[in-house]
């Protein structure tokens, strides 16, 4: 069951891409966990979860009692005594909804990385993701924001693919080999780019950009995504194009 880290710039499609894959590998019959783990936390609408649903589904990071049992500290708490092992096994059955066989569940944003908060809602998170990419035995896709803040060097490795999305241009690459850098030092060793929004010709121009990162697949420009987001429906049902790309990209990770 693959495990599957997504990122990239801010407004590159990097939700898009989680939605489909999320969809395909539901599609075959596999069973599915997606990890809102973006401050723009719009990974519920792209999957297609009615409102009211993704309304109850609280970012973990922001229950306060649960940070405090599972921890002994308040959330936000900063310089004391706090569990840095808290139990996290049951949070993502508890915690989550699901819908069209697509479990999700949102992290809310807190800092983890290396210079991060060391405070209550970091340690539980930290361990919620080890948990989810090491323990759980389904697919796991994590829709992360712009970096690597939710990767420590404990679950580099259990890191099936990493997918950096980009845009067609300069600057959205530039912010890919930084993410690139961060994750390869933290031992992340399948790194994959996934062109999104490519016209004729984008695609010669990202292999030549790529600085060597294989091309997992390319996501054509498709009205169809903007039409979905206005009318509530998954992209998945809106835009078949995109399914297919997103099939053969789901090969490539195997």
Known sequence: MPKIAITGKGGVGK?????????????????????DADPAASLAFSLGFPAELAAQITPIAEMDELIFERTGAQRGATGGYFRLNPRVDDIPDRFSALHRDIRLLRLGTVKMGGAGCICPESALLRNLVTHLLVARDEVVILDMEAGIEHLGRGTAQAVDAFLIVVEPNRRSLSTAMQIHKLATDIGVHRVYLVGNKVGDGDRAFLEEQSNGIPIAGLLPVDERVNEADRAGIPVFDAAPRLVECARQIAQVIG
Do not use: K, N, P, S
């Open 15 to 35: 939700t898009t891409l989680a939605a489909l894959l999320a969809h395909v590998y539901a599609e075959e019959g596999r069973t599915v966990l997606a990890i």
